[in-house]
C-alpha cells in the first residue's frame, strides 16, 4: 500500500492485457493503492503496454501465446501469493468510492468467498446504469481454492464453497474505444460463441431460432432490465447485444450445416 499505512489483509491485482496502452494506465493508477503486489500477462503487445506496466510493477510476465482468457487468468493467479485477489481487465479502473470499500470491506476479516463488483460501463462518453451491461462480475475473491475456469472467452471465477457478497461501489469499464472497435468485439465474441456451442454439441435451432433469440435478448435489454433509461446509447447497445445474439447462433447454425453437408458428400462417395 503506497501510504504506507498498516493492513490487516493483504491483496493481489492480476490483470491480462494485449496493446492496452491507452487504457491500462488509469487502471494501474486506480488499483495500485491498495495492492500489495501486481501482476500483469501480457500476449505479445506490440505498443507500450508493457513499458507502462513496469512503472507499476515487477511481476509483467509476456507470453507467446493466447490460450484463451481463463487460462492466462489462471497463469496469473498462480503466481499471485496474497490472502485475497483482484481480477481486474486493462480497460477497467475502481472508482476511488469502490477502492475504500474494498480497503474497509476486508479490513473487517470478512467471511465471504468473494464479492461481486457492480460495472459502470462508459460507451461514447455515456455511464450505462441499466441493460445488461450494468452487472456485478466476481471479481474480488480469496485466493486459497479458487480457480479459474478453461474458457475462451470469459473465464469464470470458480470459489470455494462459501457466501458470495457484493460491493457498492462501481467498477468503471471503458469497454469500447469506438464504434469500430465495438464492431470488432461484437463479431469476435460472436464467433467464439458460435464455435464453442458447435463443439459443445448445441443446436440452436436453425436460423428461426437466431432470429428469435435477437429478439429476446433485445427485448431484455432494452426492456426488462431498463436499458431504455439510458438513452440513446442505451438502445445502441440493446440492438448491439441483440445482433451479436443472432450472429453467434447464426454462425452455429452455418458449422452444423457445413459439417452436414461435408458428410453427406462422404457418404455419396463411399457409394
Not at 119 to 128: A, C, N, S, V, Y
Request: proline share 4%; with cysteine.
Amino acid at each position: 500500500m503506497k501510504n504506507g499505512s498498516a493492513k490487516s489483509y493483504s491483496l493481489s491485482v492480476i490483470i491480462v492485457a494485449m496493446n492496452e496502452e491507452d487504457r491500462i494506465t488509469p487502471c494501474l493508477e486506480s488499483v495500485a493503492p491498495i495492492a500489495d503486489e501486481i501482476i500483469i500477462f501480457d500476449s505479445g503487445s506490440s505498443d507500450r503496454t508493457v513499458e507502462i506496466s513496469k512503472q507499476y510493477t515487477n511481476q509483467v510476465y509476456v507470453t507467446e501465446d493466447w490460450p484463451g482468457d481463463g487460462p492466462q487468468k489462471q497463469r496469473a493467479l498462480e503466481k499471485a501469493t496474497c490472502d485475497w485477489v483482484l481480477c481486474i481487465d486493462a480497460d477497467e479502473a475502481l472508482t476511488p468510492e469502490l477502492r475504500e470499500e474494498i480497503d474497509s470491506v476486508l479490513s473487517r476479516s470478512p467471511a465471504e468467498q468473494g464479492f461481486k463488483l457492480k460495472w459502470l460501463p462508459l460507451i461514447f462518453g455515456h455511464k450505462l446504469y441499466h441493460g445488461r451491461s450494468a452487472r456485478a462480475p466476481l471479481r474480488l475473491f480469496r485466493r486459497q481454492g479458487t480457480r479459474f475456469s478453461p474458457a475462451v472467452i470469459h473465464g469464470k471465477i470458480l470459489l470455494a464453497p462459501g457466501k458470495v457478497g457484493k460491493l457498492n461501489g462501481r467498477l468503471l469499464h471503458y469497454t469500447h474505444r469506438d464504434f469500430e472497435h465495438y464492431l470488432y468485439k461484437n463479431r469476435l465474441y460472436a464467433w467464439l460463441g458460435a464455435k464453442k456451442r458447435y463443439e459443445d454439441g448445441k443446436t440452436g435451432y436453425g436460423l428461426s431460432g437466431a432470429a428469435l433469440r435477437a429478439l429476446f435478448t433485445f427485448i431484455l435489454v432494452y426492456i426488462l432490465r431498463l436499458g431504455f433509461l439510458d438513452g440513446r446509447v442505451g438502445f445502441l447497445v440493446a440492438v448491439m447485444y441483440a445482433q451479436s445474439s443472432f450472429n453467434k447462433y447464426a454462425g452455429l447454425w452455418t458449422l452444423r450445416h457445413e459439417a452436414a453437408m461435408q458428410k453427406k458428400a462422404a457418404s455419396a462417395g463411399d457409394h
